[in-house]
């Protein structure tokens, strides 16, 4: 996910892809553990897509309180 994307996401839809980002995170760990994991560069991948889509709720906020 690019930061464009997440910019043109609503409220709701950043929420449901953190949370679903997040689940996948767990996911991966879990599968890192039973060392069934086969490409292990997909956690750096979705660690910066959820503070892509933390950073665009964080720039949100700040916007509606100024």
């Excluded at 599968?31 to 897509?49: G, I, N």
Aim: aromatic share 4%.
């Amino acid at each position: 996910m690019k930061s464009k994307e997440a910019h043109k996401l609503t409220a709701e839809e950043i929420e449901v892809e953190r949370n679903r980002l997040q689940r996948h995170l767990f996911d991966l760990k879990s599968l890192a553990v039973t060392e069934k994991l086969e490409d292990p560069s997909q956690f750096p991948k979705t660690k910066k897509d959820i503070a892509r889509l933390l950073t665009e709720q964080r720039a949100r906020q700040l916007a509606h309180q100024a």
